[in-house]
């Protein structure tokens, strides 16, 4: 069974939301603020955190980031209310996965859960099942691990299959919608800013000028190229 940790300060949608997810087989632990959040969740007794922005003295923000720190690949997906535009980027950046607009039914909730834990495992289909060095990078495809010499980069299992797809489709060009559809396996029209915001983490971690990219390349009005030598 799935452990899900539940970061939600208003009591009402707090119970609505864990009832509905235990309804859908999940074990659901909750936790009204962020400060109880960061002192008891742990990638040991949590498969997905799903943490709400808006919390009251220390912000789903700050949690995001404390919970990225100390647990890299810990899946996040954050609650956002509609017009919160903004924080929903500054969650992206902070580290979080995904995103999904309250009011939310459980099955919404319930898919986009299922769509993250399968970013966390490795798709022999579509790998090239070999390791390959390149840019200074040594990609274990198989092992799911980028390192820098005998370094393993803290990829989160999102950031990792963003990299791997574009590796895989090197040199093409994949628009956003592609890559939505491919890593976060939105099948609709998505938030292109999940995308980018995800890129943005991702070049901070694998290029040697995150600033100037090289190797993971903007193609201005379309999308994102990986360029390989």
Known sequence: MQQISLVEDDPALRDALALGL???GY????FADGESALEEVSDSITDILILDLMLPRISGIDVCRGIRTRYGTLPIIMLTARGEDSLMVEGLEAGADDYIVKPCAPRVIDARIQAVLRRGGVDKATTRNRVEEFAGL???HDGFVVRRGATELPLTATEMRLFLT???HRGAV???QQLLERVWGYDHLGDS???DATMQRLRSKVERDPRNPE????VRGFGYRCDIA
Not at 27 to 30: A, D, F, G, K, M
Not at 215 to 218: D, I, Q, V
């Open 22 to 24: 235990i309804n859908r």
């Open 215 to 218: 190797l993971l390349t903007t």
């Open 27 to 30: 074990s659901v632990r909750t």
């Open 174 to 176: 994949l628009s956003r």
């Open 138 to 140: 040594t990609v274990d």
């Open 166 to 168: 574009l590796v895989e």
């Open 193 to 195: 800013r999940v995308v």
